[in-house]
Nanobody, 126 residues
Framework: VQLQAYGGGLVQAGASLRLSCAAS????????VGWFRQAPGKEREFVAT????????DYADSVKGRFTISRDVTKNTVYLQLNSLKPEDTAAYSC????????????????????WGQGTMVTVSS
């Protein structure tokens, strides 16, 4: 499966963005999908993950209540809605996919994923 992440941009604190992770080559519903981010000079960190079924989701504590991950099977796309953005959310956001047979698995570890899209930059000004 090939992944393409887009939707980043430059926004002010408190604004919202919606990132998209579009898949081609395979049906994204067959994969657990995760979003990760990497700020300049920092390690990559987990942001959110959604199970194949779309029922189970997990978030990093730093984004809980502000970010929402969701699937659109018809568009073969996973979204990450970013609300109430803060300057510390500034980072390159990447999506990743991992094939799993179980429909309710979520994965928070980057090492669990074997397909990655390129990053889309989110910059939040204060």
């Amino acid at each position: 499966v090939q992944l393409q992440a887009y939707g980043g941009g430059l926004v002010q604190a408190g604004a919202s963005l919606r990132l998209s992770c579009a898949a081609s080559g395979r049906a994204l519903r067959d994969y657990v999908v995760g979003w990760f981010r990497q700020a300049p000079g920092k390690e990559r960190e987990f942001v959110a993950t959604v199970s194949r079924s779309g029922v189970n989701k997990d978030y990093a504590d730093s984004v809980k209540g502000r970010f929402t991950i969701s699937r659109d099977v018809t568009k073969n796309t996973v979204y990450l809605q970013l609300n109430s953005l803060k300057p510390e959310d500034t980072a390159a956001y990447s999506c990743a996919a991992a094939w799993r047979t179980h429909s309710n698995v979520v994965l928070a570890s980057a090492e669990s994923y074997n397909y990655w899209g390129q990053g889309t930059m989110v910059t939040v000004s204060s």
